[in-house]
């Protein structure tokens, strides 16, 4: 059995073709459950799914198949992958928002599963404003699309809004499974966020990083079914409710959390930026401003080179914020630091990198082969990565 699939049925004339996609993931090897929304049970019935699936298909968020059981908590845990098919304007923007309006809507805030959507609706209603955004902001938190096709639709129009042939439903629903099994068994831990280095009892030496590729890369790693350590310095954000974080404030913190938790690790992601100099002596007392200020900085230990060296085993990675000769600087720190890839990306542009929410990588790998991750949100970058590193470790099972 490939896993299990919650399949969101909602309002569109392309409902009955659903039918179709829920036989061809079962003959695919997966199990399927069906959620139909109000919209949806004006086109198809419950029944129908029931009698294809073998499962019950539900409706409302209160539905419970199993008394004393609630179902949108056991079917967001059970799904393997989410998939909407078709899905209605009114859909994607209940997912968008995160609002949980009916069974499908309610597990699919309650689970970690991926999501596949696959659009279907008059071509006006797919085209505006509003339906494109949702569908960025599904995409954007690493939803896959399946485009719908062009054609006549069934109000008698033409255009884009087709529901996509079943095979290509079938295969993205193959990979978004694959995605979430890519980790399973491994461990990894990830560093994230700034150091702090304390001058004086208020004031701190740091780096410019607000953590969030770092946290989108844990995030990303849950998703694909690793265990996840996750080594923040200080920052604004929530980490991801799986993660083992553990909080640090100096690069000497980080370093020791980093060597434990990465005795028994596969992957080891160095997405922090670490403060390069520590104040030597600092100092007890506030430090007053009577004057000028010297004040000697020592240099902090590598910690991603440290382990890379520690852990020979390990597959490492880090990252290179630069801002000119960005590859010749990151392929120089991959050798330098004995790592087994460098993700490097351009700082100085102010589209991506620091702050922003987007980034756009080239990896570079120890065979001196590259990749380029095209600008994407931070999780789809997180994603991409993760897919690119896991040939380079063990394979599963052997872990
Ligand atoms: O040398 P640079 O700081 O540019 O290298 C960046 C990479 O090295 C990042 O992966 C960062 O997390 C890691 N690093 C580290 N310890 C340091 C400095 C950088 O792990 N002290």
Excluded at 102 to 108: E, H, L, Q, V
Excluded at 322 to 341: H, M, T, Y
Excluded at 365 to 387: H, N, Q, T, W, Y
């Amino acid at each position: 059995m490939k896993g299990v699939v919650v399949m969101g049925v909602t309002g569109s004339v392309a409902a009955y073709r659903a039918a179709d996609v829920a036989r061809d993931l079962m003959r695919a090897g997966f199990e399927v459950r069906v959620c139909l929304s109000r919209g949806a049970a004006e086109f198809v019935t419950a029944t129908l799914f029931e009698a294809l699936t073998g499962n019950p298909a539900l409706t409302d968020a209160f539905d419970e198949p199993k008394p004393g059981r609630m179902a949108h908590i056991d079917w967001a845990r059970d799904a393997d992958v989410l998939l909407v098919c078709p899905a209605s304007a009114n859909a994607l923007a209940r997912l968008a928002a995160g609002r949980s309006e009916d069974m499908f809507s309610t597990i699919a805030v309650a689970s970690t599963a991926p999501l596949v959507v696959a659009p279907a609706m008059n071509p006006e209603m797919f085209s505006h404003e509003a339906t494109q955004q949702n569908l960025k902001a599904l995409r954007d938190r690493g939803a896959i699309v399946v485009e719908p096709t062009e054609g006549d639709v069934a109000c008698g129009e033409h255009g884009q809004g087709k529901l996509a042939p079943t095979q290509v439903i079938v295969e993205a629903t193959l990979q978004a499974a694959m995605r979430s099994d890519l980790y399973r068994g491994t461990r990894v831990v990830v560093t994230a966020g700034p150091t702090a280095e304390p001058l004086d009892p208020v004031r701190i030496l740091t780096n410019r990083s607000s953590g969030k590729m770092g946290y989108a890369i844990a995030r990303a790693a849950i998703q694909m079914g690793a265990e996840v350590v996750l080594i923040t310095g200080p920052t604004c954000l929530t980490p991801p409710p799986r993660a083992d974080t553990r909080r640090v404030e100096t690069a000497s913190e980080m370093l020791t959390s980093a060597l434990n938790a990465c005795q028994n690790a596969d992957l080891f992601v160095a997405a922090a930026a670490v403060a390069d100099f520590t104040p030597k002596e600092p100092r007890s007392d506030k430090i007053r401003r009577d004057g000028d200020l010297t004040v000697e900085l020592a240099p902090t230990q590598d910690i991603v080179a440290t382990v890379a060296e520690k852990f020979p085993e390990l597959v490492v990675c880090g990252f290179a914020a630069e801002v000119s000769e960005v590859e010749a600087a990151a392929r120089a720190k991959l050798e330098k630091k004995g790592l087994s890839a460098i993700a490097a990306n351009d700082v100085s542009r102010s589209d991506i990198g620091f702050d922003s929410d987007d980034n756009e990588v080239t990896v570079l790998f120890r065979d001196g082969s590259k990749i380029e991750i095209p600008r994407s949100s931070k999780l789809v970058v997180a994603m991409r990565l993760l897919e690119a590193l896991r040939p380079l470790m063990a394979p599963p099972g052997k872990n």
